[in-house]
Each structure stands twice: as C-alpha cells, then as structure tokens.
C-alpha cells in the first residue's frame, strides 16, 4: 500500500500538476511582459556596437539590460522577435491552466511555429525592409536563423519557391499540432457552415442596402 501510494506520489501526471509548473507558468507571464516592454522601446542608439558614443540614459524601459537582451533576440530572430513576448505569453497561461505532461508537447510544436514564422518572414523581406531599417537589424528580417534555414540551406536545395511552400507546410503542421488534430479537424467540418453564415450575412446586407441604392438612383434621376 505504501509502495503504491509512493508510485503514485512520483507519477507524471502528479509531478506535472504539482504547484511548481504552474509557479513556472507564472515566471513566463513574468517574462513575456519584460520581453514585450524592452522589445517595444529598442533603439538601436543604445547599443554600443552599432552606436558611440550611446544614448544616455538608455531609450529602453529596462536600461542597458532590457536593450541588449533585445538586441541579441532581434539578430537571431530579426522581426520575429516581437513575436517572443507572445510565445512566452501563451506558454505561461498554458503552464497555469493546464498543468499536465501533453502541455511540454505543445510547448515544443509552439516554438517550432514561432522559428517557422521567421522563417517565412525571411522569405518575404521586402515587405519587411522598412521595420528592419528602424531597427538597424540589416536585410535580414528572420535573423541569423531566418538566413541560416532559408538562404543558406532551403533556397540552395529548393529554389525560392520550394522554400516557401516547406516552410507553409511546417508552418501549418505545428499550428495544427499547437490546436490539436482533433480540434483542428472538428474545425475543418465545421468550416461550410461558417461560410455559409457569412454568405446568408452579406447577403441580408446587399437586401437592406438595396432599397436605400434603388432611392437614392431614383433621386439622381429625378434632378
């Protein structure tokens, strides 16, 4: 009896709903709103490599310690970068919310989908280049990983084009596993009818509206 309940006491499923992951989920909120607050002051002005002499006081809202931290995630991620505070963010709540050994899993398909998104961001820098002037980053706008992953090793053996639909396919799949198959699939079926709403909506909107086109044709008309 004794030797079940100690079993029972080491399981998984125990250690995971333990206080100390939710403790932990609570450190990542913590840390989401640091990263989200530094990430959202950077000047590159307060970086000595890129700036002397540098802006004194620092710009950021954490000092020296807040803008290198930014500094260092927004040359390994580039843009992507302010998609960190979010992940953290989500990781916390989940830690808090669902302590049990399925949210490590989901943890790991949530990274996977935040490095897929720099990565696709890397693809289209045009669209990009204006933030990565600001942020003095370069014309890289994934980073050292976006250009890693995508022009030194994907863009070789895939072209461009093979690149970017990988990088979709990656990006979908650790979505889907993020949601879950199941839910991911109970929302496919539930899709037509989704649109089929909308429809029937922007349809009782053209009716409403009709009237108000057809008096106001008859009024051109009339002058």
């Known amino acids: 009896m004794a030797r079940a309940k100690k079993k029972a006491a080491n399981s998984p499923q125990v250690l995971a709903d333990s206080p100390l992951v939710a403790g932990i989920g609570l450190?990542?909120?913590v840390v989401s709103i640091f990263f989200a607050l530094?990430?959202?002051?950077?000047?590159?002005?307060?970086?000595?490599?890129?700036?002397?002499?540098?802006?004194?006081?620092?710009?950021?809202?954490f000092g020296p310690v807040g803008a290198w931290c930014s500094f260092l995630h927004f040359m390994f991620l580039g843009v992507g970068a302010f998609l960190v505070p979010i992940f953290f963010l989500a990781a916390g709540v989940m830690m808090i919310l669902k302590p049990n050994p399925k949210v490590w899993g989901r943890l790991c398909w949530m990274a996977g989908l935040l490095l897929s998104v720099v990565c696709v961001m890397q693809l289209d820098g045009a669209s990009w280049m204006k933030v990565c002037d600001r942020l003095n980053i370069g014309s890289d706008p994934g980073g050292i990983f976006g250009r890693l992953v995508i022009g030194s090793f994907l863009e070789l053996w895939f072209s461009t084009v093979g690149a970017g639909i990988v990088m979709w396919l990656v990006l979908i799949g650790c979505a889907i596993m993020v949601v879950g198959w199941r839910t991911a699939l109970a929302?496919?079926?539930?899709?037509?009818?989704?649109?089929?709403?909308?429809?029937d909506l922007a349809d009782s909107i053209r009716e409403k509206a009709g009237p108000k086109d057809e008096e106001a044709d008859e009024e051109v008309i009339a002058r």
């Open 38 to 61: 530094s990430l959202f002051s950077y000047k590159w002005e307060d970086i000595s490599l890129l700036k002397v002499p540098v802006n004194d006081p620092p710009s950021n809202l």
């Open 187 to 199: 929302g496919l079926k539930r899709l037509p009818a989704l649109l089929g709403g909308l429809g």
């Open 27 to 29: 450190i990542l909120c």
